[in-house]
């Protein structure tokens, strides 16, 4: 239901296809299907908007054209301040171009991991960030971070929010791409206000970041509320 909303109203946002990708988005399909059983939808949805309708997920497809990886097809009702249309097409360096230091420090193992995913193989990853917006769907920065200035410190912990993902990469056999999976948690900062051993793996996260973590995530626009939290924790 969250989704079929999205894709009927802002689909633009949250759906985009490159021509030549539905063999793939329907191997995508055929998985889902597999795993959760056959399920009806209608015959003209494309077959990895149907695939993703039947799970929490954001699915994307990613193909390699002209000797690049490249995102080919995407839903995604969960993505955090970025659209479909804005990266539809994208390789694997450009989409990851805002990360510092990715191109010299992790692109060359990322292609590799691609180029050496096995049928049988699931990779998976999780990280995590911190927003003042308790919202699945975020496509724009702008909006969110002109509220934080509005936040009282002694709010700080019902405002700001986890946002934790678990990502997946497998390969898909028969049409020789990949299927990456992003399934997002959000929690507000105040649910570790009672569990001190979780409290304290935050704290410890938070203020050991790197720099280039905390430039990247903006983790600045945040510290005074977070420092204020962890002064004064209180429980949602």
């Known amino acids: 239901a969250r989704k079929d909303a999205l894709y009927a109203d802002r689909r633009g946002l949250v759906w985009a296809e490159a021509e030549g990708s539905r063999p793939g988005q329907a191997e995508a399909l055929e998985l889902v299907a597999a795993a959760l059983g056959p399920a009806p939808h209608p015959p003209d949805l494309p077959p990895l908007y149907a695939a993703a309708r039947r799970t929490p997920d954001d ?26 249309e804005e990266v539809i097409g994208r390789s694997l360096a450009e989409l990851h171009g805002p990360v510092t230091g990715f191109a010299d420090r992790f692109l060359v193992r990322v292609q590799r991991i691609f180029e050496g995913l096995r049928p049988d193989l699931v990779l998976e990853r999780r990280n995590w960030t911190l927003l003042n ?94 420092e204020a939290f962890l002064r004064d924790p209180q429980p949602a």
Not at 70 to 79: D, E, F, K
Not at 171 to 177: E, K, V
């Open 59 to 84: 699915l994307c497809l990613m193909e390699k054209r002209d000797g690049e990886w490249r995102l080919t097809a995407l839903s995604l009702s969960a993505g955090s301040f970025f659209t479909a």
């Open 133 to 226: 917006s308790g919202e699945l769907h975020t496509p724009a920065s702008a909006p969110i971070r002109a509220r934080i200035g509005h936040i009282a410190p002694a709010d700080a912990g019902g405002a700001l929010h986890l946002r934790v993902e678990r990502q997946t990469l497998r390969r898909l056999p028969m049409t020789g791409g990949a299927l990456f999976t992003i399934r997002v948690w959000l929690a507000p900062l105040s649910s570790l206000a009672d569990q001190p051993e979780r409290l304290a793996a935050f704290a410890e996260a938070w203020r050991a970041a790197t720099p280039e973590l905390r430039a990247y995530k903006r983790f600045d626009l945040y510290d005074d509320l977070v």
